[in-house]
């Protein structure tokens, strides 16, 4: 098995810990189903938020997920880039798997799909 690195964003409209664990749980979920992922093969997750976001912790929503919380995560600011998308949250999914590099399904939702057009609308 490789190492492949999972890409995936979402926006939330506010910045309370009730919209922060929605999206990204939202973000999580959904990679997780696009992908088939199995939480065995999973290595790390890394997660970011934008600056003006600060309610809470984006891993207490992956922790949230069955079997998750033994997966090691780690949260970050993201780089604060004037004009940058305001409200996102990242993710970076790092797992061990047979799949080739085109056949990882990235997942923007939300306002975030202006972040990757070319591979947001891949399913």
Known sequence: MLVRGIRGAVTVDE???EAIFRATR??????IMRNDLDV????????TMTPDLNA????KAVRSIEGWQWV???CATEISVPGAMP????VLVHVNTEKSQQ???HVYLGDAVRLRPDVADAK
């Open 87 to 90: 409200l996102c949250i990242r």
């Open 103 to 105: 056949d990882i399904q």
């Open 15 to 17: 910045n309370t810990p």
């Open 40 to 47: 065995n093969h999973v290595a790390s997750v890394l997660l």
């Open 26 to 31: 939202q973000l999580m979920e959904t990679l």
């Open 72 to 74: 090691p995560l780690m």
């Open 56 to 59: 809470d912790f984006p891993a």
